[in-house]
């Protein structure tokens, strides 16, 4: 699949020497490049000769005398496992995976009596030691032979792909092309460019180079966070996200978007059913739901029991060893990779940088592995099961761009990693009995920037309690929290139904609560003043007011609060709503009325960007906003923007990239609207997409 075309071209027959044809084209065509080939070959040699070694030692009926016999022997073995086992998969990919299995366990045995006769120096006594031996080195051979492949993702995912089109051959062609959307999370267009200019991203790049895509600009109005952006890109309204948390004073209720509860609460709040996905399509790895009937890793609806019967699907990629086996050395790799990293860094001495731990180790393995793998395997099912809408968020490079920068080497890395998935749904769209079109964009952009407390030395709550009654009870929720509800998402998946991946899940329950404590729920006895912070913005709740306060009345009972806040070097500005009901920007060079028409200088808005008057309008109209609204401060020489969360990569207010995501789409696939402003404008755009695309019948 190419950004603007389909599939190729059906088989001239549906009999079964077409089916097999196909069956070899696909194998031909998802092969490893020539050096992984290579390297594959010599790696599998040498696992070839450790498990013939173990095999003898734990079996007193097999017999190697001497190194070369033993090399000889692994040689013919790894020859006849590998022809076979090709020829299995040629054959049998329709069948129940225990028949190629059951299958090739004959062929071990008979492996074992041919070197036993052939080879100079071996020998094999007894039928026990022939069966027992098959069985060893069956299991030790699938080992080795996935620790040999384990990151080559083409083979890992082409093994899927042979089995759908098994499953699916000869199936009616559907008229209609479908979309694709991919959304890489928090990735800037900036940051893009840069990525395609360097040939990380090959796959992206290839779109643009040689098939004809093109790569659009769009604003994220404030708040520039997932969920206020995918809410406005999937259900078409955003209204009352006021940014990743927020505090709600008539439930006295703090709002967390990760948290199941909450993020089916906005769902409910946006949703009119007229959704992206409402066309019976499918939501993968989202915060909300798009009114997709098929929603997996989605966290609006993985409270939701058994809303629809594909929770199997999980199960079924997670159960054999061979899976679970990939999974586990790809993410026990990735640990380690991170805590060599987080050394560097630390080695170094580069700056801004934060502390990551064991736990931030596992949490990366997660996101960048775990979710991205099942993630692109959900995706394949669907295309072949023919949705005519797919929208799926990979977030591996947000997650590590928020610890480690999002220009830093970590972070690119998780970007290629990505680009890799993009081409296996690439390669995966040519066989499926839908055409699909192409569409990448991201949700917002981010910023690096050392945190409030690192440069300050005491987190933002801390600041604002100094400035008030000391009788005053003030709560912050600074906590870095927007990655933590990955695990939840694949434990909850897990959790659906009977089967070993529901085991699983009960053995991680911890994965299954929620953060936060208050978010969710209300609070029975609710601070003086909640302090909810999204990135480089926070919002200041004054609890007892059930209204938003004015600017006179918070300067009538805390005096010192406005003025000391706004001179503060970590926040850029300030705003409050005026007695008059209009927005007030305070910062340290004056203030600044919203609504008036003429603007004085100096501008306390002027190191936020020319659209920053535009953005802050917006943000104040919506519901459950702060009584204060922050912005961190920019640095004007370096372009870093404070967080006021415990990241030194932020999002969710004003600076920097973070809000200047793209669309990268078919040039088949026009801007009706002009370059979209705001994620409601790139809803209705995909829409309008939609139905150019019901117009369109491929023959």
Same mark, same amino acid.
């Not at 492996?111 to 007894?126: L, M």
């Not at 080695?347 to 502390?355: A, H, L, Q, T």
């Not at 801007?671 to 019948?697: C, D, M, N, S």
């Given at each position: ?23 070899a ?80 366990? +004959? ?28 069985v ?24 899927l ?19 694709? +959307? ?14 395609m ?5 090959? +796959?992206? @790049? ?22 206020? @952006? ?25 709002? &967390? ?12 709040? &946006?949703?009119?059913? @007229? ?60 640990? &380690? ?9 630390r ?9 990551r ?121 600074t ?13 909850a ?12 899940a ?19 006895t ?27 009345a ?76 922050l ?5 004007? &020489? ?10 030194i ?13 793209f ?37």
């Open positions: 699949m190419t950004p603007g075309v389909g599939r190729q071209s059906a088989p001239p027959n549906h009999g079964p020497v077409a089916r097999y044809r196909l069956q084209h696909l194998m031909w065509e998802w092969r490893p490049v020539r050096l992984a080939l290579l390297r594959r070959a010599l790696l599998s040699y040498m696992g070839a000769c450790l498990a013939l070694a173990i095999t003898t030692f734990v079996l007193p009926g097999l017999r190697i005398d001497g190194a070369g016999a033993l090399l000889l022997a692994a040689l013919l073995v790894l020859a006849l496992d590998s022809s076979s086992d090709i020829v299995l998969q040629w054959l049998f990919v329709a069948w129940p995976i225990f028949v190629a299995q059951t299958l090739g366990l +004959v062929v071990q045995v008979l492996a074992i009596i041919a070197v036993g006769r052939v080879v100079p120096g071996v020998s094999v006594e007894g039928t026990a030691t022939v069966v027992w031996g098959a060893l080195l069956t299991i030790l051979n699938t080992l080795f032979a996935e620790l040999v492949a384990v990151s080559d993702d083409d083979s890992y995912y082409g093994v792909v042979r089995r759908l089109v098994a499953r699916n051959f000869g199936r009616t062609r559907e008229p209609t092309p479908g979309l694709l +959307v991919v959304q890489i999370d928090g990735l800037s267009l900036p940051v893009l460019n840069h990525v200019r360097g040939g990380r991203v090959p +796959v992206l @790049s290839g779109l643009v180079r040689d098939d004809g895509a093109t790569i659009y600009p769009w604003t994220a109005l404030l708040p520039p966070t997932t969920p206020a @952006s995918q809410a406005g890109i999937l259900h078409g309204r955003n209204d009352g996200i006021a940014g990743f948390r927020w505090y709600e004073k008539s439930s006295n209720r703090l709002m &967390v978007a990760n948290h199941p509860d909450d993020a089916a609460e906005i769902v409910r709040r &946006v949703s009119d059913g @007229s959704g992206l996905l409402a066309d019976n399509g499918a939501s993968i790895g989202n915060l909300v739901t798009g009114d997709a009937p098929r929603s997996y890793l989605t966290m609006a609806t993985i409270g939701a029991g058994k809303p629809h019967d594909d929770g199997r699907r999980l199960r079924g990629f997670l159960a054999t060893s061979v899976n679970y086996l990939r999974l586990l050395v790809l993410m026990v790799g990735e640990m &380690v990779k991170e805590l060599y990293q987080a050394e560097r860094q080695g170094r001495s580069v700056e801004p940088r934060m502390p731990g064991l736990q931030y180790a596992v949490e990366r393995a997660v996101t960048n592995i775990a979710l991205r793998t099942v993630s692109t395997a959900f995706v394949i099912e669907e295309m072949f099961r023919g949705a005519p809408t797919i929208y799926v968020d990979y977030t591996g490079y947000d997650a590590i761009a928020h610890h480690c920068g999002p220009e830093r080497a970590e972070a690119i890395d998780a970007l290629a990693g990505i680009d890799r998935a993009i081409g296996s749904l690439v390669k995966a769209a040519r066989n499926t009995s839908r055409a699909y079109r192409l569409v990448v964009l991201s949700d917002h952009g981010q910023c690096l920037g050392a945190t409030f407390s690192q440069v300050h030395g005491q987190p933002l709550e801390a600041v604002i309690a100094a400035l008030l009654p000391g009788n005053m009870t003030v709560v912050g929720t906590d870095s929290v927007e990655s933590a509800g990955i695990g939840r998402r694949i434990a998946e897990l959790n659906r139904g009977a089967g070993p991946g529901s085991l699983l009960r053995l991680l329950p911890g994965a299954l609560r929620p953060f936060g404590g208050a978010a969710g729920q209300a609070a029975s609710p601070p003086d003043v909640v302090v909810a912070s999204s990135g480089s913005l926070a919002h200041v709740y004054f609890t007892s007011q059930p209204d938003r306060m004015t600017d006179i918070i300067e009538k009972r805390f005096p010192r609060l406005i003025e000391g806040l706004a001179r503060h070097p970590g926040i850029g500005a300030l705003i409050v709503r005026s007695a008059s009901g209009t927005p007030l920007v305070v910062g340290p060079q004056g203030r600044l009325d919203l609504a008036a028409a003429h603007r004085e200088d100096p501008d306390p808005l002027g190191a936020y960007g020319p659209r920053a008057a535009e953005n802050l309008l917006h943000l104040d109209g919506l519901s459950n906003v702060g009584d204060l609204i912005l961190g401060a920019v640095d004007r &020489v370096s372009d870093e923007v404070t967080g006021f969360e415990e990241l990569g932020s999002h969710g207010g004003l600076g920097g990239w973070q809000a200047e995501p669309i990268l789409c078919p040039v088949t696939l026009p801007l009706t609207e002009g370059l979209p402003i705001g994620a409601p404008a790139v809803y209705r755009q995909l829409k309008a997409w939609q139905a150019q695309l019901e117009g369109i019948h491929d023959d």
